[in-house]
């Protein structure tokens, strides 16, 4: 029988080297053969066999027997199959250099080392073979069963091997210390790292100083067994200095009884894949004739802004660069995109800091967010800045351009409100600075935007107030001076609000106009009004008062006015020359052309037409020979200065007293509006004036006021 004795060498240098060198010899032998042994029991007696081997390599004189006895343990240990072998003649000739204290000295003695391993194999595995030869045919079956299953194991092996060292991805594999076992040529060259130095070194060498906390826990977590498998992205950096962005995925490999044996790594560079997806959020994020963040970044970074809550404050200036729709329409888009691109860069030399961004947002609109401003000062200070930097000429294309931009501000803390709130507000508030006059900013003010966001509501609800007759009209008397007789009636269009209560016309009539609805919202006054006209005609026949009903301008531009009032005379049945229609200076001054035959057709039809607040606007008095007017209504800001009963202004009483004079030269009579006391009506009726309305007579009211009048005048004839 073979026999050595267990050598008694004193043990090589660098222990820790030789348990590495026998858990890589482990993991290549552990599944040749069928072993009864644990995994660390297998190490155990691997490191001990490690140890003689790096005697024998660095020891002065060599000793073949201590090396024979390993092959012999080999076969003890129940590697018998030639694979056991072959694994092990692998380890031993990659890793025995690394592991002597002289690498030229162990490649020397390489051959010499192997060739006593394999003889003390070969004699053990004989001994062996003749044991068995000594037993029975159920001994011949098991080993035939074990043949099959070593055929299957070692078909397995192979499918691994082939998968392990072909695969495309890095994989690595290591003890539960983190020493790296084996890997693959593609971890290799992935790292930039020889095999043979990669199987020494532990996996935390690739480890960065500042790795993540959140990275670092799960990999100790998955070194406790406390999970079986993690995924990460991460960076690695090779020898060569180039930075890599890897997907690694880690799992863990238990024994039969759970516990953890090793780490399986399997690393994918996704370096241009990386690269790729930060170009395209790059693209997606940033506008591509400025360079700088769109929407899309200036909407996340305001988001992220809002979401750090607590004290935050934040500050927007809107900009947009004024008339540059007329650069762009006049001397072309490519001016135009450079005029841009040129703002642009002067916003970005204003704007610079980790708390600020400058943002495109489209078209001419440039955005700046300033986080946690100290106060609304530092906000007008910057759009000064920006003001200034923008009228500085700039020369495109051959043309010196100068420019300049109109600024929205907003500033406040970010608890108690929406990132869509402070947008809307700085959006309205750049229309402010616009409106006022352009080259210049202006600051949101949250009084301003109720009456803003008053006027909308009432815009908006107009059209359905207009079809639920929420509109009324109500009346205020004309007066004949001379007598004080009830001679006419000026229709007032009011709006009972369900909201808001009851609302004048200075409330909704010019809101009304912008939005074109006083089209149909007049043409439904003027029908009002004469039907209500004709009520007091049927009743009180020649008593019975004019109506007089204002005119808006556009309404005056409206093709479809004549037919319109046309088809109301014809369903009321009311006589033309009882509906008088009283327009601005402004609408009837400019009546020009198609406007000018339009109140030449009105006339025709019997209506008479009134200037209303006569000497307010163009007081063109040459050209109020020509219009086909009947009166004139002097406006209330004229006889202010009639009210002091002692001391009236000569200025007011001589300015009144031309306009009077000048009518009647015209043949046109004169109406006073605003008489609020006797003072003034009797001025007025010693001057001349026809006519007088105002609170000394009546506010205005509902038609049974009026009817009060007429009763009370029929009772006193």
Known sequence: MWTVESPSWPAAEGSGGCERFARRWAAAVRNTSYVALETEEIVERLTEFAKVLADAAC???????????????????????????????????????????SAERAMERLPKILASLVTGFNEATSERILEDQQSDSVRSAVLDARRGAHA????????????????????????????????????????GVPLTELRTMNIEEFFEKDMPIELRKEYDEAMAGERDNYQVERRFRRRDGVTLRTNVKVSVVRDEAGRPQYLVGMIEDITERHTLQRRLRHEATHDPLTGLPNRALFQERLNEVFAAGGETRVGLCYLDVDGFKVINDSLGHDVGDQLLVAVGTRLGVLVDGPDRMVARMGGDEFVVLVQDCASIKDLTLLAEKILAALREPVRIGGHDLTVSASIGIVERPCEGTTPADTMRDADVTLYWAKSDGKDQYACFDPERNAHEVARFTLSARMPAALEREEFYVDYQPIVRLPDGELHGVEALVRWRHPEFGPLGPDRFIGLAEETGLIVPLGRWVLRTACIQAKEWWDRFGDDAPYVSVNLAVRQCRDPGLVDDIRKILAETGLPAHRVQLELTESAIMGATGEPLEMLRTLVDLGLTIAIDDFGTGYSNLAYLRVLPVRTLKIAGSFLEGLRDPGNASLVDTQIVRTLVSLAHLLGLTVTAEGVETTEQADRLRRIGADCAQGWLYAKSGPPSEIERWLTAARSNS
Do not use: K
């Open 59 to 101: 020891s002065d004189t060599y000793v073949q027997e201590p090396v024979e006895w390993i092959g012999v343990e080999l076969v003890r240990m129940r590697f018998i199959e030639t694979e056991s072998l072959a694994a092990s003649i692998r380890v031993i000739g990659e890793g025995l250099p690394a592991l002597a204290g």
């Open 152 to 191: 299957a194991l070692r078909a397995s092996e192979a499918r691994f091997q082939a998968v392990f060292h072909e695969a495309a991805v890095g994989i690595g594999i290591c003890d539960m210390r983190g020493n790296i076992i084996d890997a693959n040529r593609a971890m290799s060259d992935l790292l």
